[in-house]
């Protein structure tokens, strides 16, 4: 079935600094893939589509110098959380249409818990 | 503004038993309804869809309603098990949103499924 990567799984940094999450399709190419986040015990939140070959689309209240997007090829999306803040401390979770479920259901990877202190 | 909404934050029901999880929604051009399942820590693992042109979609032990009218769908769970213990998303595609596949999830709620 299909899969997707996600890593790191749980990051710690320093405010201040930027952290970069990875998302791989592993068995299908994805030429959109799609930004979520979550606030414990609350909905998972679009924050952007990272389309190959082309800027991100951002959701409206999420600022895009903040949350860097980079979609390298047709199995790679990377998040970079650049300045992180302790508010930005949440659960940020990358997700792929196609593979075996076909391409109207969206695929998840497991998630990257970031704390930023 | 939430257009997918899921009123029950958490449900308790004996194994065996039928668990009836609800959404309701807003958006009359939503086209495409999945609900999905998650533990803590960890991405949703999708279960069950359901095209806007249908009313009921049927997986094993998990069967979906639509009811388009009244912008609702349930998700059956029966025989309930332990095992399904988890969180549970609807989530809805918007055609409409600049993007397929985009989709907008529900509040969630937690099923607890009592041996």
């Known amino acids: 079935g299909a899969v997707v990567s996600q890593h790191p799984s749980r990051v710690i940094c320093k405010s201040g600094t930027s952290v970069k999450i990875e998302c791989r399709s592993l068995d299908f190419q994805a030429t959109t893939m799609f930004w979520y986040r979550q606030f414990p015990k609350k909905s998972l939140m679009l924050m952007a589509t990272s389309n190959e070959g082309s800027k991100a689309t951002y959701e409206q209240g999420v600022e895009k110098d903040k949350f860097l997007i980079n979609h390298a090829s047709l199995t790679l999306s990377t998040l970079t959380v650049t300045s992180a803040h302790p508010e930005d401390s949440s659960f940020y979770i990358c997700?792929?249409?196609?593979?075996?479920?076909?391409?109207?259901?969206?695929?998840f990877g497991a998630g990257s818990r970031l704390t930023v202190l | 503004d939430q257009q997918v909404k899921q009123n029950s934050p958490s449900l308790s029901v004996q194994e065996g038993r039928i668990s009836i999880l609800n959404c309701d929604y807003t958006n009359s051009m939503f086209d495409y309804f999945l609900w999905y399942k998650k533990y803590p820590a960890e991405g949703p693992t999708f279960l069950i869809s359901i095209s806007s042109i249908k009313d009921k979609n049927e997986d094993g032990r998990f069967t979906v309603f639509l009811n388009k009218s009244a912008k609702h769908l349930s998700l059956h769970i029966v025989p309930s098990q332990p095992g399904d213990s988890a969180v549970y998303f609807c989530?809805?595609?918007?055609?409409?949103?600049?993007?397929?596949?985009?989709?907008?999830f529900g509040t969630g709620t937690l099923l607890a499924v009592q041996p």
């Open positions: 989530a809805a595609r918007d055609i409409y949103g600049g993007a397929t596949n985009k989709l907008i």
């Open positions: 997700s792929a249409p196609g593979g075996a479920s076909g391409a109207n259901v969206l695929t």
